[in-house]
């Protein structure tokens, strides 16, 4: 599972992304405002992904056209972008629209492509085909897909695995971003699915994770403190012990003694450890309960 913190962390990240406005359009349940400017390829497939959430088939085609009038190549670097490649088969595959250009522009892209980006565009050629439930795929890219588009044709089989697969493993799940937008995404879309949803994983999703997340912040905050305490008194018992017997040490001990302290590893450098005590002990709570 994914915490919200690490899911707010993860899209904060493209805040200075020109990504971002298609991003969030894709985990947005509410339909945004067309761009105006569409010599961009961003701002020309976040159109083609409102048109898709709106059902406008007329501006679908119109923006579908633009790019159409396009003549890609191996140095056209948008063919490479994985939003803009999705948002274009959507549009095709849902409205059955011509699929040549975009077959082309995927087999373009396909001869200098990582291994992940050639099984995206495995996945992409398989939706074109019709194969919603490919074996050999990244199927929560389908699963978007279906969800976007209203072409629903869900395998329990296929999103149980999947969702499986995606709760025991640490979030990034992947290292392309692409990837894990779709998987989140693809995870929303799984909880609302009513055959997937029973009534225990609801109360896990409303009330259970919210209420694990205060109690492990509450214990880690009162645990951390505890901590600090117990160091510092330490600290305090250490130095007091040391000036019992300090007759005893040599001057460059004494001075050694005195820097350490003005550092800031005496007592106030330990009650600075505080907040980086408390995230060390909810990773730790995280990791023994398997939440991500």
């Given at each position: 599972?994914?915490?919200?913190?690490?899911?707010?962390t993860?899209?904060?990240?493209?805040?200075?992304?020109?990504?971002?406005?298609l991003?969030?359009?894709?985990?947005?349940?509410?339909i945004?405002?067309?761009?105006?400017?569409?010599?961009?390829?961003?701002?020309?497939?976040?159109?083609?992904?409102?048109?898709?959430?709106?059902?406008?088939?007329?501006?679908?085609?119109?923006?579908?056209?633009?790019?159409?009038?396009?003549?890609?190549?191996?140095?056209?670097?948008?063919?490479?972008?994985?939003?803009?490649?999705?948002?274009?088969?959507?549009?095709?595959?849902?409205?059955?629209?011509?699929?040549?250009?975009?077959?082309?522009?995927?087999?373009?892209?396909?001869?200098?492509?990582?291994?992940?980006?050639?099984?995206?565009?495995?996945?992409?050629?398989?939706?074109?085909?019709?194969?919603?439930?490919?074996?050999?795929?990244?199927?929560?890219?389908?699963?978007?897909?279906?969800?976007?588009?209203?072409?629903?044709?869900?395998?329990?089989?296929?999103?149980?695995n999947?969702?499986?697969?995606?709760?025991?493993?640490?979030?990034?799940?992947?290292?392309?971003?692409?990837?894990?937008?779709?998987?989140?995404?693809?995870?929303?879309?799984?909880?609302?699915?009513?055959?997937?949803?029973?009534?225990?994983?609801?109360?896990i999703?409303?009330e259970?994770?919210?209420?694990?997340?205060?109690?492990?912040?509450?214990?880690?905050?009162?645990?951390?403190?505890?901590?600090?305490?117990?160091?510092?008194?330490?600290?305090?018992?250490?130095?007091?012990?040391?000036?019992?017997?300090?007759?005893?040490f040599?001057?460059?001990?004494?001075?050694?003694?005195?820097?350490?302290?003005?550092?800031?590893?005496?007592?106030?450098?330990?009650?600075?450890?505080?907040?980086?005590?408390?995230?060390?002990?909810?990773?730790?709570?995280?990791?023994?309960?398997l939440?991500?």
């Amino acid at each position: 599972m994914v915490s919200l913190e690490l899911q707010t962390t993860f899209f904060q990240s493209f805040n200075e992304s020109l990504l971002k406005p298609l991003i969030l359009e894709l985990n947005s349940n509410v339909i945004g405002e067309y761009e105006l400017d569409v010599n961009n390829a961003t701002n020309l497939a976040l159109n083609l992904l409102i048109a898709v959430k709106s059902d406008s088939k007329e501006n679908a085609k119109k923006f579908y056209t633009l790019f159409q009038n396009r003549t890609p190549s191996r140095d056209s670097h948008w063919i490479y972008d994985n939003y803009v490649v999705f948002c274009i088969v959507l549009v095709v595959v849902k409205y059955n629209l011509n699929t040549s250009w975009i077959s082309n522009v995927i087999d373009l892209s396909m001869s200098v492509s990582s291994a992940v980006d050639k099984k995206i565009r495995e996945t992409f050629k398989n939706l074109i085909a019709g194969n919603y439930n490919s074996k050999n795929d990244y199927h929560q890219i389908s699963v978007v897909y279906q969800h976007l588009s209203g072409d629903i044709q869900y395998s329990e089989e296929y999103i149980n695995n999947l969702y499986s697969e995606l709760w025991c493993t640490d979030f990034p799940f992947y290292e392309d971003d692409f990837l894990n937008v779709i998987s989140l995404k693809a995870i929303e879309i799984s909880f609302g699915m009513k055959s997937f949803l029973n009534d225990r994983e609801k109360y896990i999703l409303r009330e259970f994770i919210p209420s694990f997340e205060n109690r492990v912040n509450l214990f880690a905050n009162i645990l951390s403190w505890i901590i600090i305490v117990l160091l510092t008194s330490f600290v305090f018992y250490s130095l007091w012990k040391l000036n019992q017997i300090e007759h005893k040490f040599p001057d460059y001990i004494k001075g050694l003694f005195f820097l350490v302290g003005i550092s800031g590893v005496g007592v106030m450098g330990i009650i600075g450890w505080k907040k980086g005590v408390s995230k060390m002990i909810k990773i730790v709570i995280n990791k023994m309960f398997l939440y991500k």
